[in-house]
């Protein structure tokens, strides 16, 4: 079987990962950056704020309630959602080899953001801080001596009166590590290329120890700053502190959403996947064209192209049209546009077999899926993030092999 996909963002590369187990030929085309490469460390599944009566529970929980009250989302429509979801993550974290395995079971993992809230999110990236193994609930929020992109002492404020912070203190502690004069200018992901450096971390655990005050058990928070070439960037640290130590959820655009861009490609290139910089200008049933001038002809096309409202979206004969397949771009079942955020819900429809329909509820053709945030439902403010493009990437290849 001959498949393309067009984006690869963790929906996209869902999709081609699933389908090259499943023994396909795989291409995957894209020529630039979406919404992955904006998000931080923490992978939502199925996240809600630390004051919702539903954060206590399991996230295969969270799950259920959230598919029974929101009937327009893709979970809704997914035959036993947790197990789906659970299936996708499995390979797929498995793959990228720098996250912690999800625990559907537990109630997820909580972090800090660097915007000073606490949350709790289905996993994290290896290299960010699980407050919840911090020793007597004690975190040293690390900032580094005059460096303009953290206020280490504002941080460690907001975090300390957030409502997650149950049985957690903060104390902020400045480190000396920025050496150069101009260092202090840096923006984040800047001075995560600064450590990689070889002697970069060394000396940064170095000057975590010396700045521990007292022998009070603390764990320690830093800037999602820790380089961008290590599976495990935190590792080298907890080994010479001697305790948990990682970072913050980062600012959009920053090293922890540059480190996921690197490790889906990674996976890909493992995977035997081919990754083809280009943009597509058009699909129909068998082939997709690319702006380029090439065509490429597939059995099976799979459209991961984001959300709707990042661009993929024009105005064709009085109504919205996703550009390439020229399909509707729908709010689903809400109607209007009144409910906040109701617009970033926007994308196409498909089938229960996620194969995508057209403009007369019509199947584009039974070899066209759809996945991701393009997906009608689906929106950045809802808690589902990378969770739920990546189990809807998945189910869609699933599809597609299975004919
Ligand atoms: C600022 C921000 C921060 C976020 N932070 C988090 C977070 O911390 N945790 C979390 O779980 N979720 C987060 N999310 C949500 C999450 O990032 C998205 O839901 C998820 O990344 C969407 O993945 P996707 O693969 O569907 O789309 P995208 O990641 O947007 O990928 C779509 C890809 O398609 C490509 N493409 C588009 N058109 C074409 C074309 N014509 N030809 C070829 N390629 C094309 C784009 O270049 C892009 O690479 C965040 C979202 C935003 C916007």
């Known amino acids: 079987m001959k498949a393309v996909v067009v984006g690869a963002g963790v929906a996209g590369t869902a999709a081609a990962l699933c389908l090259a187990e499943g023994g396909a030929e795989v291409s995957v085309v894209d020529g630039a950056r979406g919404a992955t490469a904006l998000s931080s460390g ?7 704020s ?16 959230f598919a029974e009250a929101r009937p327009w989302h893709p979970y809704a429509r997914v035959e036993a959602v947790v197990e789906a979801v659970s299936r996708a993550h499995c390979s797929v974290l498995n793959a990228l080899g720098a996250y912690r395995p999800l625990d559907l079971d537990s109630p997820g993992v909580r972090i800090a953001t660097d915007h000073g809230v606490i949350r709790r999110v289905a996993t994290i990236e290896e290299s960010m801080l699980d407050l919840d193994e911090a020793p007597d609930g004690l975190v040293a929020v690390a900032h580094f001596r005059g460096h303009r992109a953290c206020d280490g002492a504002a941080l460690a404020r907001a975090l300390g009166e957030d409502s997650g912070a149950a049985g957690l203190s903060f104390v902020d502690i400045p480190v000396e590590f920025l050496g150069r004069k101009n260092d202090v200018q840096l923006g984040g992901h800047e001075v995560a290329l600064l450590g990689d450096a070889a002697d970069a971390r060394l000396r940064l655990a170095a000057v975590l120890r010396r700045a521990l005050p007292g022998t009070t058990p603390h764990a320690w928070l830093l800037p999602a700053v820790l380089g961008m070439d290590f599976d495990d960037p935190a590792a080298l640290l907890r080994d010479a502190v001697g305790g948990p130590v990682g970072e913050v959820a980062g600012t959009t655009g920053g090293a922890q959403g540059a480190r996921l861009t690197r490790r889906l490609a990674a996976s890909r290139a493992a995977a035997d996947v081919t990754d083809i910089v280009a943009r597509a200008s058009a699909i129909d049933g068998a082939s997709v064209a690319l702006s380029d001038g090439n065509c490429l002809d597939a059995d099976v096309i799979i459209l991961a192209t984001g959300s709707a409202l990042a661009g993929v979206i024009v105005a064709s004969g009085g109504v919205l049209v996703e550009p390439i397949t020229r399909t509707p771009v729908v709010l689903e079942s809400f109607g209007t546009l009144t409910a906040p955020g109701a617009a970033f819900a926007s994308g196409v429809t498909v089938d229960d077999g996620l194969r995508l329909l057209g403009e007369d ?10 996945c991701g945030a393009i997906l009608a439902g689906v929106s950045y403010a809802d808690g589902t993030g990378l969770g739920a493009s990546v189990t809807t990437g998945w189910l869609a290849a699933e599809a597609a092999l299975a004919g």
């Open 50 to 65: 630390s004051g919702s009566p539903l954060a206590d529970l399991s996230l295969a929980d969270r799950l259920r309630t």
């Open 42 to 48: 923490a992978w939502d599944v199925a996240s809600v």
């Open 361 to 370: 509820g019509r199947r584009v053709g039974d070899g066209v899926f759809a």
